[in-house]
């Protein structure tokens, strides 16, 4: 089994440490992957190491540019972060890959953008 793939089951079972470890050495071992870039980023993500989450989507999508569930999960961490323009640039890429929303990821950049709108307008839910 491919180290990224790994990463991704123990994510799937809620084993952080162990996803971790995997997504850090697959990124090490092969830097040039989209795929354990994309793992790296995800496993940083969940565990709340955004810098490192970041650095690993756009290496991710220096290697694929036109993957659009990085530019997602890049414009989720870039609203987790407060920095709207960053996120506004990442979630248009992604609306741009799947402009009917027919991939998972083009209805989570869909609902983000959403989110992000009403927030800024002031009509967000508490």
């Known amino acids: 089994m491919h ?33 354990a870039q994309v793992a790296f980023a995800a496993t940083s993500a969940r565990a709340s190491d955004t810098p490192r989450a970041i650095s690993a989507y756009l290496r991710a999508l220096n290697l694929r540019p036109t993957a659009g569930a990085a530019w997602t999960g890049l414009a989720e961490l870039y609203l987790s972060t407060f920095d709207y323009e960053k996120a506004a640039g990442a979630l248009r890429q992604a609306l741009l890959l799947d402009r009917q929303g027919q991939r998972p990821w083009g209805r989570r950049a869909r ?8 927030q800024l307008t002031g009509r967000a839910k508490t």
């Open 3 to 35: 180290l990224s793939r790994l990463a991704a089951h123990f994510l799937r079972t809620d084993d952080l440490p162990s996803a971790r470890a995997c997504a850090a050495l697959a990124a090490a071992l092969a830097p040039d992957s989209y795929e």
């Open 111 to 118: 609902a983000l953008a959403g989110q992000a709108l009403a």
